[in-house]
């Protein structure tokens, strides 16, 4: 089988090739006019990768769909039976490319799942993705850092941009996270009268004991309403009582060595991964080749309540805002009135029906091999 990424660099991207190396495995890196770098790896060539931050494998974002026939031969020459793809939303679509390019091309006729990881917590079919938790830590500590910058200060309130595309995990988690006033995201949409509201409700809470305000802001959250326009909202509107200033935290969410959540869920979910594939051979291996074309041989492992699931892609795209990159669901803005009661609103956190919580339940053995961690 052959194991390759497609995103964008995030911390602990290395632990997953470690964990895979459990199978036979080659690595391969690069789709389009350039072939296909394809090497087999061993035990030695994975020692000491669990901590490292980046892609010592290598990673690229260029979608398959163009290049389907190269691809095609390239695994026809290599004879590849498997395929594990690591990444985002590009990985997601990726492998909704190749599972569609069955019907062409008997190669991509082989077991096929992805291995959710992106600092953006964008892809459908999974409550988190490796990486994104390493981002959530970076940002809460930088925030506190940036709030202890000013502790000689008297009032003052920090503009913070976080990335994520329209997925607003890392703003809103980080918000809670970081004690922060508000939380501006895509999914929640706001207006000049809210952005108002929070500057009063800040002005306010300035004129008490209270010293410093933190505001966080989604990167893609609303295209008028700019990190620099809300930073200049804020300063007009607090001339007298506080100081505005703001930080686009920008690329060093992607780096750094992986927190030990992420090490862990890496190392569990690739396993997991390798040995699906490893079933998924033995049952489509007929007349001395590998043919799966069904459509639960193209699979997206994800974790949904604490349980590591396998759920066909093609089932998935229901689930899928394509347009914005976001699954149509997020667990998370459940979260959103318990931040706004720790910022000192009037509300009310509401935990019946759908916002619920659920009560832990101790699984079974047999329950526990079906995915359970």
């Not at 030695?44 to 095609?72: C, F, H, M």
């Not at 190392?267 to 051979?281: D, G």
């Amino acid at each position: 089988m052959v194991f390759f990424s497609m995103s964008a660099i995030f911390a602990g991207h290395s632990s997953r090739g470690r964990s895979a190396r459990s199978a036979p495995l080659m690595w391969g890196c690069g789709t389009g006019a350039a072939p296909l770098g394809i090497k087999e790896i061993s035990w030695g060539d994975v020692g000491g990768w669990t901590g490292q931050g980046g892609s010592i494998l290598g990673t690229k974002r260029t979608l398959p769909a163009k290049y389907l026939e190269k691809i095609a031969d390239q695994m026809r020459t290599n004879n590849i039976n498997a395929l594990m793809v690591i990444g985002g939303f590009e990985a997601y679509l990726g492998l909704l490319e190749l599972s569609a390019a069955r019907e062409k091309y008997d190669e991509f006729c082989v077991p096929m799942v992805m291995v959710p990881a992106t600092v953006s917590n964008n892809v459908p079919g999974s409550d988190f993705s490796i990486g994104a938790d390493t981002a959530l830590n970076t940002i809460t500590d930088t925030c506190d850092r940036i709030k202890q910058s000013a502790s000689g200060t008297k009032r003052r309130v920090f503009i913070i941009e976080t990335m994520g595309g329209y997925c607003g995990y890392l703003a809103n988690m980080g918000a809670l996270a970081a004690g922060a006033d508000a939380a501006y995201i895509f999914e929640e949409q706001f207006d000049i009268r809210e952005l108002q509201a929070n500057v009063e409700h800040l002005t306010e809470k300035m004129k008490t004991s209270i010293q410093r305000g933190l505001v966080l802001r989604n990167e893609n959250c609303n295209e008028n309403y700019t990190t620099d326009f809300i930073y200049q909202l804020y300063s007009e509107e607090g001339k007298g009582v506080f100081d505005c200033r703001k930080n686009v935290l920008g690329h060093m969410q992607q780096g750094g060595a992986p927190s030990p959540f992420d090490r862990n869920f890496g190392t569990k979910i690739s396993a997991k991964a390798m040995q699906w594939i490893s079933k998924k051979l033995k049952e489509t291996y007929r007349k001395g080749k590998v043919f799966a074309n069904t459509d639960d041989s193209v699979c997206l492992l994800g974790m949904r309540r604490r349980n590591l699931v396998f759920q066909p892609v093609a089932e998935l795209k229901n689930e899928t805002d394509f347009v914005h990159r976001i699954p149509m669901e997020q667990w998370w803005l459940k979260l959103r009135p318990l931040m706004k009661i720790l910022a000192k609103y009037k509300t009310s956190y509401d935990v019946s029906d759908s916002g619920q919580l659920e009560h832990v339940a101790m699984h079974s053995p047999k329950e526990a091999e079906t995915g359970a961690i």
